[in-house]
C-alpha cells in the first residue's frame, strides 16, 4: 500500500508504503497474496488491506504529517479483485469509533474473508458459461469491452454463488479494489467508477450502465450488491468525520472516485485523444487511449477514466522482457550495450528476417514457441546470425503491438514535423 502527498504544483510533499508481507507478517502472505494448493486459486486478506491503511495513516501521523492540509483523496486500487461486505457493514463502516484502528471495528463485515484478486485463474467453467449465456465470446466482448477472463469480476461472483450460496445471500454489496478502499473513507459504500467497472464482464461499457444479461448468468439479486457505476471523476462526497476525529482531516477533505491500477496509470501518464504508452515489464502493456474502439477476442476495452465519452485500451504482452533478456544474454552477452550496438548495424526491416518468440504461452495472441521467417517468408528453424535475431525480435514484438492496437480501433497517424 502506497500513499503520495502532493502539492497544488504536483511537488511530492509525503510518500511512504506498507510493504504487507514485511510489515504485517501476521497475515503469513508471499507477495501480498494466499496461493491456495490447486495452484489456480488467488486470493488475498481483506483485513490486512485494512490493516496497511491504519499503519500508514499512524506512521503518517507520527512524523508530524499536516492532514488538516489535505483538500482531496483518492487512490488506485489493483483491478479485478474483489471485496463482500456482510449484511450490516454499511451502519459499522459509518460508525467506526475513532477511538480504533480501522480493522478491529471492521473484523466481522466480509462473509467472504480471503478476495479473490487479479492473479486468479480458477473460474474457467464460469467463464465458458458467461460467454454461452450472452451469445459467445465475441459478443460478451462487443458489450463488455472483453470476452470472458477468469479474473474478471462477474465470473468471480459467479464462481462464489454457485459454491457457497449462503455467503452470497449473507452479502449485501460488492466492492471493487478501488471502490472498497474509497468506502473506507467515505465512510459509506462507494461506488464502483466507469473505468475499473469495465475490468468485470458486467458493463455495458457504451451504455455505462451494468448489463442484465450478464449479471443474470453470473448471479441473482447482482444489480444491488453493485449498486450504481459513476464516472471515474466524481467527487463522492466529504471524507467520513472518523478520519477527522482520529487523525485530524478536514470535515471538508472531498472523496473522489478511486480507479483501477491500469486506468489510472493512462490517467498519470496524462495521454491524450491518439497517444499510447507502453510499458515494458516483465510482461509488456500498452495503454491506448481511442475515440472509436473495435472490440476484439485479445485486449481490453474499458471506459477512459479521464474523459467518459471516449475509451481506453489495453493490450498485455506475457513475452516481454523476460524474453528481450533471454536474447540478450544468448546474442549479446548479457550485456545491454552489446544487444544496443547489434540493433544499430542491422537496417530497419532487418532485410525482410522476421522472428515471433514467445518462451511462455502468450495472451495476446496465444501462441508458444520460436517462429522465424525470411525474406521470402519461408519458415527458417535454425537461429539468426546474432544481430539479425535481435532486432527479429525488437521488430517482431513491436510490429505485433501495432497490428493488435489496430485491430482494437487504434490508428497510426502518418507523422507531420510541422505539429
Not at 378 to 391: A, L, N, Y
Request: hydrophobic share 35%.
Amino acid at each position: 500500500l502506497k500513499v503520495i502527498a502532493i502539492d497544488e504544483q504536483l511537488r511530492v510533499i509525503y510518500e511512504d508504503n506498507v510493504h504487507f508481507d514485511k510489515d504485517l507478517p501476521e497475515f503469513k502472505t508471499q507477495g501480498g497474496v494466499y496461493i491456495h494448493s490447486d495452484r489456480l486459486t488467488v486470493t488475498s486478506p481483506v483485513l490486512m488491506w485494512v490493516k496497511a491503511l491504519d499503519m500508514i495513516l499512524e506512521k503518517m501521523k507520527s512524523s508530524g504529517f499536516n492532514f488538516s492540509q489535505i483538500r482531496a483523496l483518492s487512490g488506485a486500487g489493483q483491478q479485478h479483485g474483489s471485496v463482500y461486505w456482510k449484511k450490516g457493514s454499511s451502519q459499522i463502516l459509518k460508525n467506526a469509533s475513532p477511538e480504533l484502528p480501522l480493522h478491529q471495528s471492521l473484523k466481522d463485515c466480509f462473509s467472504v474473508g480471503d478476495s479473490p484478486i487479479w492473479m486468479d485463474s480458477s473460474t474457467a467453467s464460469q467463464c465458458r458459461e458467461l460467454e454461452r449465456a450472452v451469445g459467445g465470446a465475441q459478443e460478451l466482448a462487443r458489450v463488455t469491452g472483453s470476452r470472458a477472463y477468469e479474473r474478471f469480476t462477474g465470473n468471480q461472483i459467479a464462481k462464489i454463488y454457485s459454491q457457497n450460496p449462503e455467503v452470497y445471500k449473507q452479502t449485501e454489496r460488492i466492492s471493487l479494489v478501488s471502490s472498497f478502499a474509497a468506502s473506507l473513507f467515505l465512510g459509506t459504500y462507494a461506488p464502483i467508477d466507469y473505468s475499473d467497472g469495465s475490468g468485470m464482464n458486467l458493463l455495458q461499457i457504451w451504455e455505462k450502465a451494468w448489463s442484465k444479461s450478464c449479471l443474470d448468468a453470473c448471479a441473482p439479486g447482482l444489480e444491488e450488491r453493485l449498486g450504481c457505476p459513476v464516472p471515474s471523476h466524481s467527487v463522492l462526497g466529504p471524507i467520513s468525520p472518523y478520519y477527522s476525529q482520529r487523525y485530524g482531516f478536514s470535515p471538508d477533505c472531498k472523496v473522489v472516485a478511486f480507479t483501477g491500477d491500469n486506468p489510472a496509470s493512462l490517467a498519470g501518464m496524462r495521454l491524450q485523444e491518439g497517444d499510447i504508452a507502453i510499458s515494458l515489464g516483465t510482461s509488456d502493456t500498452l495503454f491506448l487511449w481511442i475515440q472509436e474502439p473495435t472490440p476484439a477476442l485479445e485486449g481490453h476495452i474499458l471506459c477512459n477514466p479521464v474523459d467518459s465519452q471516449t475509451y481506453m485500451a489495453l493490450l498485455c504482452f506475457k513475452n516481454g522482457s523476460l524474453m528481450r533478456e533471454r536474447i540478450r544474454d544468448d546474442c549479446a552477452s548479457g550485456s545491454w550495450d552489446e544487444f544496443s550496438k547489434a540493433l544499430s548495424s542491422t537496417v530497419a526491416g532487418n532485410s525482410g528476417n522476421l522472428g515471433f518468440y514467445f518462451d511462455v504461452m502468450e495472451i495476446t495472441p496465444e501462441a508458444v514457441g520460436i517462429h522465424r521467417f525470411n525474406r521470402d517468408n519461408q519458415k527458417v528453424v535454425s537461429r539468426f546470425p546474432k544481430e539479425v535475431e535481435i532486432r527479429a525480435l525488437i521488430e517482431g514484438q513491436f510490429m505485433a503491438k501495432r497490428i493488435h492496437a489496430e485491430k482494437l480501433g487504434y490508428k497510426v497517424c502518418k507523422y507531420d514535423e510541422n505539429q
